[in-house]
Structures are given as structure tokens and as C-alpha cells.
């Protein structure tokens, strides 16, 4: 990605959004570029922070993993997505690592120069406030969900949330492998299979490899409520 490309990806980042061409350019020269190979870590549990990390192509899964090596995976980052913003604030050690599960950029904005613009400029300083207060609300989402919900409710709200940013409104395309998408909702890839398929029987979505319709919105909402209903 060349020069004016990042430029471009730091102008149009949220948090950076109404900063004059002159603070973009001083966040360009004073940042690094990652290049990570698939498979390879941006940082690993228990690393101090560098900065904020934006990703500029690619796909980053941020995860823990337990001593017995089995993976969690709690989010994906798509291009235009930050991560680690938490490392700004607290001097703790990261507790998730970060890992490409394709062939990534990432551009590190070091934490002092983080810090000077988040003391000098109340307006990226509020941005970031609300982009931490909305990673919040997704936490306190995600253990509503993987505590109350069954695997079908959890693939539904999944479904939903993925085709909020797609293109055609009804049509999305699996951004990760079923396998990674099953850890997020805490179930087995078998269980995620099953729940697939108990919606293709409904007539509820449409599959054709990795690319799923949803044919009727009102229909699967409602029948994720009758599951629901049936659970209490």
C-alpha cells in the first residue's frame, strides 16, 4: 500500500476523522508499517502495547488460548479496524493476542504520539471514548449471548450483525472460516453445521459455499423469538 493509500486509511478512520491534512501527514511520518505474513502474531499475550493498531489489509483475529492449547477467538478485525486500544490507557500486559489469519498490513501509531493528540484535541479524545464505550456494549452483548442463547439464536444474531455491513443487504459472504466463526459463538464447528442446516431447512437462508442469503429478515427474526419462546 503506498503512501497517499495509508494517508487516505488514517483520514478516513473514525477516530481520526476532521483532522487537517497537516495532522494526517505527522501521523503517517511517525508511524510503522507491520507487514504479517498469515499465521504470524502483531503481538502475543502478555505484550505491553506499542500504539494503536489500525489494520490496512488483510484479517486479524484477536484471541486467548488455554494451556491446553485450545483457541477462543472473540473478534475479528477487517481493513479499517483498530485493535489494542486498551494498551493506551492501561499499563497492563495485553490479555488476547493478535494473529493474521491472512496476509496483513497494519499500521502502528506509537503510543506517544497517541497520547499527545488524544491531550491536545478533544474531538479524537471523544471519538475514542465512544469507539470504547461501543466495544463495551459488544462485551456485554457477547456474554448476553453466549450465556441465554442457544447455537441457532447465536448464528442468527451473527448473521444479522455481518449483513449490516454488506453490500447487498440480504447476501453476505462468510469473513472468516467456519471454524474461527464457531469459536466467536462459542460452539463446535459440528454444532455450527447443524445450526446452518436447521435454517436451510426452515427455507430461512440460502447457502452456496461460504455465501449465505437471508431470505426473509422478519422470518428468521421471528423464528429465532419462537426458540426463544420455547426456552423459558
Do not use: W
Request: a neutral charge; charged letters at 20%.
Amino acid at each position: 500500500m503506498n503512501k497517499d493509500n495509508i494517508k487516505k486509511s488514517l483520514a478516513q478512520f473514525v477516530v481520526f476523522r476532521g483532522l487537517s491534512d497537516v495532522q494526517i501527514e505527522m501521523l503517517y511520518e511517525y508511524s510503522n508499517i507491520l507487514s504479517v505474513a498469515c499465521n504470524s502474531f502483531v503481538f502475543n499475550r502478555g505484550d505491553s502495547a506499542q500504539g494503536l493498531y489500525i489494520l490496512l489489509s488483510g484479517q486479524i483475529k484477536l484471541a486467548v488460548a488455554s494451556p491446553q492449547g485450545m483457541e477462543k477467538v472473540f473478534s475479528i478485525v477487517t481493513t479499517g479496524e483498530s485493535f489494542g486500544e486498551t494498551g493506551l490507557f492501561l499499563e497492563h500486559q495485553l490479555p488476547f493476542y493478535a494473529q493474521a489469519t491472512i496476509n496483513s498490513q497494519v499500521l502502528l501509531v506509537p503510543e506517544c504520539i497517541m497520547h499527545s493528540l488524544l491531550d491536545s484535541n478533544a474531538n479524537v479524545a471523544r471519538k475514542m471514548q465512544e469507539r470504547l464505550s461501543i466495544s463495551l456494549h459488544q462485551l456485554i452483548h457477547n456474554i448476553e449471548m453466549l450465556s441465554f442463547k442457544t447455537a441457532v439464536q447465536r448464528f442468527i444474531d451473527y448473521l444479522i450483525q455481518i449483513t449490516a455491513n454488506s453490500a447487498i443487504a440480504d447476501c453476505v459472504l462468510l469473513p472468516t472460516k467456519k471454524g474461527t466463526i464457531a469459536s466467536i459463538l462459542n460452539i463446535t464447528p459440528e454444532t455450527l453445521s447443524r445450526s446452518i442446516k436447521e435454517l436451510q431447512r426452515n427455507g430461512l437462508i440460502e447457502v452456496s459455499g461460504d455465501r449465505i442469503t437471508i431470505t426473509d429478515f422478519v422470518k428468521l427474526r421471528e423464528f429465532k423469538m419462537d426458540i426463544y419462546a420455547d426456552t423459558i
